[in-house]
């Protein structure tokens, strides 16, 4: 991590044995999640770079991550299979698999509440309703190539997507309309 203000580092490097494909901030700032070719995912601590617990394997590596909004799960995208995994932040133990019908390739949890949606690699997105385990019922459909890109509006009225086609798309979660 860098300090922005000085440039200088504020923690030592958060090191993986291979390449670091994705990284986030636990909504307080006070742990980081990391995605490696190693096929791990690590959870740190922010200010000191020490790992929290022992790596979060998985069978392949590990393509995305991320924090849920109430900083109690840790989300994370195996490269390998059609899912994502959720772990629970304090004991580093794995919770929940949310199967897909395909690739998943990136995800986004909605600052708010429990949604999280998922980019699968024929281009939808699934929103799920992680503390249910639960498909939110929403299925968008409009890219044709992978996912590799979400984010959610800072009110999490609006999802936007991002794909190798082309242009990026703006979501109405609530209705699921582009």
Known sequence: ??????????????????????????????????ASDDSMARVWDAATGDPVYPPLRHDSLVLAVAFSPDRKQVVTVNALQDAATLWDVVTGQEQTVLRHEDQVMSLAFAPRGRILAVGLWTGDIQLWIAAANSRAGLKLTGHRYPIFALRFSPNGDTLATASFEGPARLWDVASGQE
């Open 1 to 34: 991590a860098q300090a922005v203000a000085t440039g200088k580092p504020v923690s030592p490097p958060l090191k993986h044995e291979r390449a670091v494909y994705d990284a986030a901030f636990s909504p307080d700032g006070r742990r980081v999640v990391t």
